[in-house]
């Protein structure tokens, strides 16, 4: 994970607080409990994302020399790997 769990935590709080402070949402639960659950999406996503570059290395450590012998860039076929496999698991990146 790219983030430490206290920045996740501070942009979590900053989102809560800017919802409701430009009154985009009224909570029916503490604010707290919308901050928790905002860096919970937050970390869930990091992770998937996660996996998935590891996916995406171990799929394309396979075709390094076919990738090398096309003279293709692998940051390249790496990032259009990572959108492709993302839109059809449903991560957001």
């Known amino acids: ?13 900053a989102i809560a607080a800017v919802l409701e402070n430009k009154g985009m949402v009224k909570y029916v639960v503490s604010k707290a ?9 937050i970390t869930e996503n990091m992770v998937a994302e996660d996996k998935l570059k590891k996916e995406v290395e171990k799929l394309l450590s396979a ?7 096309g003279h293709m ?20 990146l």
């Open 1 to 13: 994970m790219r983030l430490p769990k206290e920045l996740i935590k501070h942009i979590a709080d």
């Open 33 to 41: 409990a919308i901050s928790t659950t905002v860096a919970e999406v």
């Open 63 to 69: 075709h390094e020399d076919e990738i090398a012998k």
């Open 73 to 92: 860039d692998y940051r390249k076929v790496f990032e259009l790997t990572m959108q492709k496999l993302a839109k059809e698991k449903g991560i957001v």
